[in-house]
């Protein structure tokens, strides 16, 4: 039996240090900085629990799906791109494997239709 990609990524501790990575990455991209305009520790948590849930984990998001986040956001695809890139930096920092990372972005992409021009 296989673990889950939430265990693959470290559980709980580890998903929330990747999404504090996340965060910081995107903090530092000239390409989306401007769109985190809230609290990063609140943009952060809200990033590790949606994972988390979505990974495998227990259900602990409380937000509004993919497309109810990002509606009237008009986010462009160099823009998706861009945090795609700022999430596999995060993962690299926190030594997350080949197969883990591409599963991540396999998640990530599949929301691509959810998040990019509405």
Known sequence: MSTSLYERLGGTPGIEAIAKDLVANHL???????RYTSDPAEIANGAATFFI??????EVYKGDDMRGVHKAMN?????????????????DKNNIGQREKEEVLFVLYSMKNDIVGL
Do not use: R, W
């Open 28 to 34: 530092a991209n000239d390409a989306v900085k401007a």
């Open 53 to 58: 849930q979505g990974t495998g984990g227990p």
């Open 75 to 91: 986010i462009s695809g160099e823009e998706f791109l861009a945090v795609l890139d700022d999430a596999m930096g995060a993962l």
